[in-house]
């Protein structure tokens, strides 16, 4: 209600202001509770609310910038209808996204921006979403790696695990990772996600028990996962997994600093560092003036390759991965991919968390699709039902139990 | 530093102001202050005892800011520090070889315990160490007092202060006649030191990224709670080392009022120095000239001398404000992303 308050003499009206959020929440189809402080809400949810207070004003121009980026498949789908049916009366809609079907779906003019300029604006009836990519990447978009045969072997084993705070919480959830395969976990953003991750990062307490090679891993100790060979690429990259005013050399190193690799007795080994700074620029086509260039310099895909740059450095056996390809750019989105897939090829067990169904369908061995903290369903590649996960990512799975599909 | 010359040039205009209101000539105020800090021999190395004072608790606080915590109980931290030695000192007749490493121990030492009471609690129960630290600068004091008044008076001691250090304990001095002593070299010696661990040891790369990036650093495997402890230790082992060479070197017995607020200046002096150690040994020395030039100032230019400790309280205030709203910018920047 920031900026419109309803008001009653000079008080706030707060029942007033309740009812008008209640009301906003039902029309457009976004799901919000009035009472929710948004600071404690994850980041999909503290968006719908900002979303409803845009809409709210009936803006004349309204521009949103990367708006499905954390919202589920039906949450778009109602905030693209809304998003039309303002346009139908007359607001112009400017909505500035990466993800090109959602551009070729719902737009009538599309503007395509490479390093900052414009490189084509197109009529949207007349091209395709090949051509805009293109565009964007000023040349072919290259292909994903391909999955190689691989002989899966024990990696993590999860039995029972329980974590986090109510609505957000992990509960009772058991599966394995193998050592050359990927499991995606499919499932709308505050299903319990962060706490999964979190858990096995070692960062949250927790219920259950998390295995590594057969060897149950302590709670609570970060230090001694990375040493096992754990890596993780957290949610989000410029607070949990970069120091922003350090160099790419410095930030390299980062999470590896006591490794014997890294250091000399007592002093970084700055050296090494710098080594391993270039091995990551060089090997993930890091675009950076130089190893020593600030990482907060660095566009969102330059510092989520040097991000898992440094998580595939050190042969780690299993790699958790959060939304990897979040609000990057499509060329960066497909190298991060593919390096994922060689890795799995090279028999890194791979966790994939990801809110872009899609990204989760094409990268994984095996999908497990997590609502209200649960694990609802389990599917093995070759028996994917892109409408069965989608139902049960809403929650369809709730009466049944779980489902298992194998191949 | 650019930096630091602007903030100089700012707080020297405003002392300009200060001075015209204290119904004082400015031109005559700065002439009679750099006259009274720099005019001689004589001054020159006083000069050089503030800022051999001022370095100690201006390099615990930048240490303690650079793993993220504000320290503003560097003030307590040394005069415990200094109650240590001083205590001890006054009870001990022995080689200097042998006391004055005693008495300089026993300084950090103290300094130490008295900055680990705010890391233990921000480490155990996460309590703000920048409260934690305010309030053990007034215990500090009065536990000062009350101990040596009281249950560790010494005889023949006047006032609230313990009786005198036999000589063999008193610093050895770098200029015959002056109070100039070789705490000087040691801070030094702890600026150079500093620098190279923030630089280029593991324990300085893990620190610094506690401070800058706290949730990075724990996902990297690094201890937050352990850290902000030995950072304070460490920290107020500095400050304490500090009270240490004013009771061994300066004071040559420990006095309640020792410290004319160094730890509070300090502050100032790590901001201006930009956190590097080898920055602050310049912003020490450009604070020890306001600290020994002000009464100079105040016979010549009949320029209160509060007018320096005016500056400074400006100085503390603008840099900790600047400081906190570019913490606040970051964390927004971040929280947007």
């Known amino acids: 209600m920031l900026g419109r308050e309803p008001r009653r003499g000079a008080e706030l009206d707060r029942a007033a202001a309740r009812a008008e959020v209640e009301k906003l929440s039902r029309e457009y189809g976004l799901a919000v ?20 207070r845009e809409l709210a004003r009936e803006p004349a121009v309204l521009i949103l910038d990367e708006p499905t980026a954390v919202l589920a498949p039906a949450e778009i789908d109602a905030l693209f209808a809304t998003v039309r049916a303002l346009a139908l009366r007359g607001t112009a809609v400017l909505i500035i996204t990466h993800k090109l079907q959602e551009v070729v779906a719902h737009t009538s003019r599309i503007t395509v921006m490479r390093a900052g300029k414009v490189v084509a604006r197109l009529e949207t009836a007349q091209t395709n979403v090949d051509a805009i990519a293109r565009a964007m990447v000023g040349g072919e978009l290259p292909e994903l790696a391909a999955r190689m045969e691989t002989t899966p072997h024990p990696a993590l084993a999860v039995r029972g695990l ?111 560092a710098r080594e391993l700074a270039k091995r990551i620029v060089e090997g993930f086509d890091v675009r950076t003036p130089s190893v020593d260039t600030s990482v907060s310099e660095l566009s969102g895909g330059n510092q989520q390759k040097v991000v898992v740059g440094r998580a595939l450095a050190h042969d780690p056996k299993f790699l958790l991965v959060y939304q990897p390809t979040r609000g ?44 209200r903290g649960a694990i609802v369903g389990t599917f093995e590649r070759g028996s994917i039902d892109r409408a069965r996960i989608g139902s049960l990512m809403a929650g369809a799975g709730l009466q049944t139990g779980p489902v298992v599909e194998s191949a | 530093m650019i930096r630091g010359l602007w903030i100089g040039l700012g707080l020297a205009v405003v002392a300009a102001a200060a001075m015209l209101l204290a119904g004082a000539n400015p031109l005559l105020g700065f002439w009679a202050l750099f006259r009274g800090a720099l005019g001689g021999e004589r001054q020159i190395s006083e000069t050089l005892v503030q800022t051999t004072s001022l370095l100690f608790p201006s390099l615990a606080v930048a240490f303690a800011f650079r793993a993220g ?77 009350y101990l040596v008044v009281g249950p560790l008076h010494s005889p023949g001691a006047a006032g609230a202060e313990t009786a005198e250090l036999p000589h063999s304990s008193w610093l050895p001095t770098l200029l015959p006649d002056t109070r100039l002593t070789v705490a000087l070299l040691i801070a030094l010696a702890l600026a150079f030191v500093l620098r190279w661990v923030f630089d280029r040891t593991v324990f300085g790369y893990e620190l610094r990224a506690a401070g800058d990036a706290p949730e990075a650093a724990r996902r990297a495997g690094i201890d937050l709670a352990k850290t902000a402890f030995v950072a304070m230790a460490l920290s107020g082992a500095m400050a304490g080392l500090g009270g240490a060479t004013i009771v061994t070197g300066v004071l040559h017995r420990f006095n309640v009022s020792l410290s004319p607020g ?40 009949h320029v209160p001398k509060d007018v320096v400790s005016f500056v400074e309280g400006l100085a503390i205030v603008a840099l900790a404000a600047r400081r ?11 929280a947007q992303e």
């Open chain 2, 262 to 301: 160094y730890g509070f200046i300090a502050i100032a002096v790590a901001l201006v120095g930009d956190l590097d150690p080898l920055k602050i040994i310049i912003a020490s020395f450009a604070f020890g000239i306001l600290q020994s030039g002000a009464l100079t100032m105040q016979a010549l230019a």
């Open chain 1, 33 to 52: 509770d009035p009472d929710d402080v948004v600071e404690t809400l994850p980041v999909g949810i503290a968006q719908r609310v900002e979303l409803l």
């Open chain 2, 69 to 145: 915590l504000f320290n503003i109980g560097a003030e307590g931290q040394l005069v415990i520090g200094g109650l240590a030695a001083g205590v001890i000192g006054a009870r001990l007749d022995t080689s200097g070889l042998i006391s004055i490493p005693i008495l300089l121990v026993a300084g950090a030492a103290g300094g130490a315990v008295w900055g680990s009471i705010a890391g233990i609690l921000r480490a155990r129960f996460g309590g703000n160490e920048v409260i934690a630290t305010l309030m053990l600068n007034i215990i500090a004091a009065l536990l000062a007092n």
């Open chain 1, 162 to 272: 329980g974590a986090g705070e109510s609505s957000l919480a992990v509960r009772d959830a058991s599966f394995e990772v193998r050592g050359g395969e990927i499991v995606g976990v499919a499932g709308v953003e505050g299903n319990g996600q962060s706490a999964l991750a979190d858990a096995i990062a070692g960062v949250i307490s927790y219920r259950g028990t998390i295995a590594l090679g057969g060897i149950t891993l302590p709670a609570g100790e970060p230090a001694r996962r990375i040493a096992r060979g754990i890596r993780t690429i957290p949610q989000d990259r410029r607070r949990e997994a970069l120091v922003l005013p350090w160099s790419i050399v410095e930030n390299a190193a980062l999470g590896d600093q006591r490794s014997p690799s890294l250091r000399r007795g007592a002093t970084v080994d700055r050296k090494a």
């Open chain 2, 324 to 334: 906190f709203v570019a913490g606040r910018k970051q964390m927004t920047a971040v």
């Open chain 1, 328 to 371: 990057i750019d499509v060329g960066a989105a497909a190298l991060v991919q593919s390096r994922l897939i060689e890795a799995r090829n090279a028999g890194v067990a791979v966790l994939l968390i990801s809110f872009e169904l899609d990204e989760v369908l094409a990268l994984s061995d095996r999908v497990i699709v997590m609502y």
